[in-house]
């Protein structure tokens, strides 16, 4: 793993698509283009009447074999996919891997022979090492599909996307949009991801706000308006995307305290207020209460942070039913 880092190669697109343009792995949302992205969201749009229907499984995937291999701890994503593949009727592997055998030595070349040798069709990986999903595709068996559900500081392509059906859901045309994204964008995979998503949706305007230590250097050459000033950065816009403290990636003092930071880029009702009457708020999670953001705030009306998780589900399983190239036609 050590030959891992922040821009695996080959390029996204060389390594996600088959030579037919479909997709064969989920890694990144950079390189994909706008038709793929689109065809992701329109097949979610098929998946979302189906988490209101008493039986909520399709035999999609039935016989298929997914397997969750989770290197850093998580909740919503490993929940959230693992529901999806028991939805598209998949035989799902759920593995800690701080419990397996690679705390005793074995490789995760090991590790991966092992579960290609269990006839796994799928690996949902994340890792807290940039570029693990890459390095675990180029590795695979051809038949298996990798999905990253989260690499480092590199990339989060799901959540961007769930993001991103939340706001056309809620919000419509993206063009006319101006979206602001607020908060720890340096240590932020989500916030990378979702920046590439939008600008190749072609967005109206997308922001990003926050303190200068919690900003990349040259942030602005990805495509966004940069604020310091929040209540500057929120005037007007249709959308806010609070971002969680990133403490367990910070090596060093990036703000003052968490008090000091709440006062400059907490999102209260008043900050609420100066943007678009109708805005919502989004946050991937798990929210900071009195960090990021209020509870007034999370909870409030205009909050749509439950439905992300929702959607969420018709993301994944649309996915994870593109990679095995499985033409999602879900039952009315």
Known sequence: MNALN???GPLPNTLQLTDERQLRHLLDVEGLGRPLLEQILDNAESFAGLND????????????????????PSTRTRTTFELAAKRLSADVMSLTMSASSTTKGETLLDTLRNLEAMQCDMFIVRHAEAGAAHFIARHVAPNIAVINAGDGRHAHPTQALLDVFTIRRHKGELSRLRIAIVGDVLHSRVARSEIHALNTLAAGEVRVIGPRTLLPAGVERLGVQVYHDMDEGLRDVDVVIMLRLQRERMQG??????????????????????????AIVMHPGPANRGVEITSEVADGPQSVILRQVTYGLSIRMAVMSMVMGVNPKVPA
């Open 6 to 8: 922040p821009r695996p």
């Open 53 to 72: 229907q008493g039986v909520k499984k399709v035999p999609l995937l039935r016989g298929k074999t997914v397997a969750n291999l989770f290197f850093e």
């Open 253 to 278: 003092a990036f703000i003052p305290s968490e008090h000091e930071y709440f006062q400059r880029y907490g999102l209260t009702e008043a900050r609420l207020a100066l943007a678009a009457p109708d």
